[in-house]
């Protein structure tokens, strides 16, 4: 499969979901955009890291930095490989000087570690086509807030298929969810069942 490189291009507050941000990546070559949701901790720490402010401690992020270092590997490039039910999976692909190996990470997780050591990012055409949004070239500098609230809405998929199911199928759903460690959806999932009691 033929990778599509990505590129920062903002970050900003949600307005619709509190707490949380919108990570807005653009094709490097290409008019589409790829928003993100993530939490405001690692809205944070990529951030932290774009602003090049050194934090008076290492953060999570640089202590990964600091452990690579010491062990003597590095990361290649990150990958926003899969979208399931509104959830983004990645990878981080680390080298040892022998051979290479995929860590499986949140998107949030593997972008502030791969800015830390600058190295690409990528995605899958089917990625992008589920989860782009096409921009027009007037629409170039369009307000990153309507790009926000377009990708605050695009995960409500997922929470809504929730709603229809019985406690037992979300405990169901949580059980496998935490044993194939997938803990956003978990989080979803727990939230939902939460509601309900």
Known sequence: ??????????????????????LVLGEEYGNRRLPI?????????????????????????DLFKQFAEKFKFTVREIV???LREGIFFA??????????????????DA??????????????EAVLSEAGITTSPAEEDEDQQEL?????????????QLKDMTVDELQKMLD????NEEYERAAKIRDEISKRN
């Open 148 to 160: 926000v609230e377009k990708a605050t809405r695009q995960p409500r998929a997922f929470g809504e």
């Open 80 to 82: 926003i490989s899969d």
């Open 111 to 124: 972008i502030a570690i791969g800015i830390r050591f600058n190295v690409p990012i990528f995605t899958y």
């Open 37 to 61: 949701i993530i939490g405001m901790f690692e809205a944070q720490a990529i951030a932290i890291e774009i602003e090049k402010i050194v934090p008076n401690r290492p953060m999570t992020h």
């Open 91 to 108: 990878r981080v692909v680390c080298f040892d000087g022998v051979r290479e190996t995929v860590v499986d990470a949140r998107p949030s």
């Open 176 to 179: 496998e969810a935490l044993g």
């Open 1 to 22: 499969m033929e990778k599509i490189k990505l590129e920062i291009l903002g970050l900003s507050p949600s307005q619709s979901q509190s707490g949380s941000f919108a």
